[in-house]
């Protein structure tokens, strides 16, 4: 693997849209290596691109990203605003779930983006997500609930795809992200902390 640890966000992308270190290249329309500012408050990180992120090589389009619109409106927040990623850039065949190998492929690239963006509050979308912070644990037990890791705050919410199709999450997502300003708020006002621990990350990335 090329050296990334000095890229920008901009060729950190630009390596993410020609990568081939997993098998996933080979099926892809466009890889979808993230959206948003260089440097964000905010970060987002969900699980993999679907058909249409596939399509159109951009993070949470279609329904789910338009109700993630929509909660961001209701924080009086727009998509331009935060940075949106995924754990994996390229889209597994019918989407099933990313396999170890190619999470490890990849964990580098997001790794370098949270370096870059240096968000004030990580909020996971998703398994495979929320495992990176909170190995093994349930969604339903533990959303909305931010943890320490190092320097940032991650906040574990329901994925906004699965909100859509399981109506009694809707408000615990839409509850869930009424929280983000105030924690956005109170990590302005900690500083600085301290670097994000190894132990904290699953091994698995
Ligand atoms: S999923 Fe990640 S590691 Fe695999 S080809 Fe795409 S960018 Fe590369």
Not at 26 to 48: K, L, Q, T, W, Y
Not at 65 to 82: D, P, Y
């Amino acid at each position: 693997m090329i050296d990334i640890s000095q890229m920008t966000l901009e060729q950190l992308e630009s390596t993410i849209e020609s990568c081939a270190l997993c098998p996933l290249h080979s099926g892809r329309n466009h890889a979808v290596p993230g959206e948003g500012p260089a440097r964000a408050d905010i970060m987002f990180i969900g699980e993999g691109p679907g058909f249409h992120e596939d399509r159109q090589g951009r993070p949470f389009v279609g329904a789910a990203g338009k109700f993630l619109e929509e909660l961001l409106a209701n924080i009086s927040m727009t998509r331009e605003q935060v940075y949106i990623a995924n754990v994996i850039k390229c889209r597994a065949p019918g989407n099933r779930d990313p396999q170890p190998e190619e999470l490890t492929a990849c964990k580098p690239y997001l790794d370098r983006q949270i370096e870059i963006i240096q968000p004030k509050v990580i909020v996971t979308l998703g398994r495979f997500s929320m495992y990176r912070y909170f190995p093994g644990q349930s969604i339903s037990k533990i959303h909305g609930q931010p943890r320490q890791a190092g320097n940032v705050l991650v906040v574990p919410m329901f994925h906004p795809a699965a909100a859509l199709h399981q109506p009694k999450w809707r408000p615990l997502i839409e509850a869930d992200f009424q929280k983000l300003p105030q924690l956005v708020a109170k990590m302005e006002q900690s500083g600085p902390i301290e670097p994000e621990p190894k132990a904290q990350q699953l091994s698995l990335f």
